[in-house]
């Protein structure tokens, strides 16, 4: 699957060297949607690191990327999946620094997974309105934070 990634695998070489670090690069012509998308799967298949959340009294132990958004409501963090909404213990600040990188802020209180957007109603005098794929929940992206958001969009999805 993840020679699929780059245009079928045509012409791209894989090799695999030991080092005293693990790390992962990868070296391209050009940094495109193809180049960024790999890195995404790649990122998903070594992501261990699940959140802990909760609703309620139960704690649930959900991956990263099934979560559309982070959001403040009331001085507490939520995260919302398609189906759910749990709540964490995390503050943005602290989730920015363990989310992988398709986790970009949106506002000053939310968080927005960049590859669930199915898309951005764009307002030119005020927030514009995101919503996300195979779900009615939409959350605003603030003005300053928009190009940001297009930009990060481009990086990594076209």
Known sequence: MLYNALKGGEGVKVRIEES????IVIRCKKQ???VFRLAYEIQNLLSH???LLTIGN???YVSPQNILFFE???????????EN?????LKLYELEGRLPQYFVRISKSCIA???KIDSISRNITGASEISFV?????????????????????EMRL
């Open 72 to 82: 403040t409501d009331g001085g507490k963090i939520f995260a919302h999946t398609d």
């Open 134 to 154: 195979k779900t009615n929940k939409i959350v605003y992206c603030s003005r300053s934070y928009l190009k940001m958001l297009t930009d990060k969009i481009k």
């Open 113 to 115: 997974n960049i590859m």
């Open 49 to 51: 690191g699940e959140l």
């Open 58 to 60: 139960k704690e649930y």
């Open 85 to 89: 909404m749990y709540e964490t213990q």
């Open 32 to 34: 495109d949607g193809d």
């Open 20 to 23: 005293e670090n693990d790390e």
